[in-house]
């Protein structure tokens, strides 16, 4: 009796036990985003529960304890952390680095935003509101960010739609919190944070296509235009990345787009055109949609200044896009040569066609020709000088090509076409004679003119890599060319987004050519010291291996 007694007893407890060990479970589930869509893939882990990954459509289901204080939610190396231990209920859908879409939920806090503009919530009297915007605002005055961005943070998460002064203030400090940045890893965080920010202005205040444009803008000053710009797949990924935030903004700003906006989104596509990213049908799409857009901005601008840029930038456009190599030949050549034929006496519309067609490479064509001959009948100016010297060096009559090149250098009073006509005589020198110190002195005659001319930076690395074979004693001495080389060619990866392919890709290929460690030993030279190239090249460079 005692016996069964202590049996019936132990089943109770074990019951008991059971029961108390279901009631202390739970499940918790909900849905987790990133940059407002859905998230597949992230890692749910439950304080005193399990840890689960979400489906494709970002959901997710995770055994929990009825005393789990927080959910963390990683993707990759980043993680955040859901405290859930004031919170009721059962269902949390986490807004893992963009915004939830459905709610009014911070995705900075996880806490109810307040959307109501300024003058609701002065109205209100809404003291954290006020209290908050009076520090922040007189810190921020007063340029002193770093203590001003806990007050505007507060503003920025829980009073999201309160004044679009909180964007536009929270842009310049985040610029600023970049550019004194004190290592990469600040500055990338620092950039992640302004990037979110424009995302976070279209959703409270709009105007997409515009911010979209800005984000761009930036994107590209601080990812590129650096002192260490991105190389490889890493340049390629920034270039996609701002690529679509342009074509958005073009797309829907039309002929409101900013001049700047439509100029980074040719040299984008361009880039990515040179990279394979791009096919050329896009970028004869993309050029016909800046240039129709320019072309609603002169028609209807009543502006003198304004008129000036959108032309410079028009014909800086054509540029991009006759030296991108989309532009097809046989399709201009059918497009202008009817024109031609009506406008034979038009000295402004010859001189157009003939830029068109010299940057798409179309200079062998008979109409190229015909169109070069009439225009030095009707204005023998410089330019047409220049287009003639083009037509002789086609035809390999060095000596005229020489001849007009000369006539259209001295007489042209334009220093930016001058500056074009000395970079493009150093090259055809180079390649028809091989004058390697002539071909050098005509491209610094166009770094005078144009400091940041990168296709004249780039000739002269060329210019060094051509020299490397026949300069000094020994394989070490021809090797230490590579150094100066090289140095044009970063010169030239910085100066513009235009040559900053090419010039990654050859920066890559002569450092194999550095002289290496050893000999430099032997001869007492140091890794980063100043070295001289002697010679007619008379340069100082410094010392890698």
């Known amino acids: 009796m005692k016996v069964f007694a202590r049996i019936t007893l132990l089943i109770t407890v074990l019951i008991l036990a059971s029961l108390t060990s279901l009631t202390a479970q739970r499940i918790i589930k909900g849905t987790v985003y990133r940059e407002g869509k859905p998230a597949p893939g992230i890692t749910v882990q439950a304080h005193k529960g399990g840890t689960v990954l979400t489906g494709f459509e970002g959901k997710y289901e995770v055994k929990a304890h009825r005393k789990t204080k927080w959910l963390k939610f990683t993707y990759i190396n980043d993680t955040r952390k859901l405290v859930i231990s004031k919170k009721e209920g059962d269902v949390f859908d986490f807004a893992f680095d963009g915004n939830i879409p459905t709610g009014e939920i911070s995705e900075e806090s996880q806490e109810k935003v307040v959307l109501k503009t300024h003058d609701e919530l002065i109205k209100d009297k809404d003291r954290e509101y006020m209290n908050e915007m009076s520090l922040y605002y007189g ?6 960010y770093e203590t001003a961005l806990p007050h505007w943070k507060i503003l920025y998460t829980k009073y999201p739609k309160s004044t679009l002064n909180i964007y536009i203030h929270g842009a310049n400090m985040y610029e600023s919190f970049i550019e004194n940045a004190q290592n990469q890893e600040d500055k990338n965080t620092f950039i992640d944070e302004l990037m979110k920010l424009y995302d976070k202005r279209i959703k409270y205040f709009g105007e997409k296509g515009y911010v979209l444009g800005r984000k761009a803008l930036d994107w590209f000053k601080y990812k590129i235009e650096t002192e260490n710009p991105p190389e490889g797949d890493e340049l390629t990924q920034v270039l996609k990345s701002g690529y679509e935030w342009l074509n958005e903004s ?66 800086y456009i054509e540029e991009l896009f006759g030296s991108s190599g989309a532009a097809d030949c046989e399709a201009l050549i059918n497009i202008f040569t009817p024109q031609f034929e009506e406008k034979s006496n038009d000295v402004e519309f010859i001189k157009n066609m003939l830029r068109r067609l010299g940057r798409a490479k179309c200079d062998e064509s008979q ?15 410089a330019e047409a000088a220049f287009n003639m010297a083009r037509r002789y060096v086609k035809r390999d009559n060095i000596s005229r090509a020489k001849r007009y090149y000369k006539q259209a250098m001295d007489q042209e009073t334009d220093r930016e076409l001058l500056a074009n006509y000395y970079y493009e005589y150093a090259v055809f020198i180079l390649a028809k004679e091989r004058a390697l110190q002539e071909a050098r002195s005509y491209a610094r005659r166009a770094l005078d003119i144009k400091p940041d001319y990168c296709q004249a930076l780039m000739l002269i690395g060329d210019i060094y890599v051509q020299a490397a074979g026949s300069y000094g004693q020994d394989a070490f001495e021809k090797s230490s060319v590579y150094w100066l080389a ?49 010679g007619w090249i008379n340069e100082s460079t410094k010392v890698r291996f």
Do not use: H, W
């Open 139 to 144: 810190f921020y005055q007063q340029g002193n």
């Open 367 to 381: 109409l190229f020709s015909q169109a070069s001959e009439r225009l030095y009948e009707l204005e023998p100016s």
């Open 486 to 534: 090289v140095d044009y060619y970063e010169r030239a990866r910085r100066a513009g987004q235009d040559c900053a392919v090419d010039a990654s890709r050859l920066i890559s290929v002569y450092r194999r050519y550095f002289p290496n460690k050893e000999e430099a030993f032997f001869r007492g030279i140091q890794e980063g010291r100043n070295y001289q190239i002697g």
């Open 250 to 315: 073009v797309a829907e700003q039309a002929e409101k787009s900013e001049l700047q906006v439509m100029i980074q989104f040719m040299q984008t596509t361009r880039s990515l055109f040179l990279l394979g990213e791009l096919p050329k049908e896009t970028v004869i799409q993309n050029y016909d949609l800046c240039n129709n857009n320019l072309n609603m901005i002169l028609a209807k601008s009543e502006n003198e200044e304004l008129t000036k840029n959108a032309t410079d930038v028009k014909n």
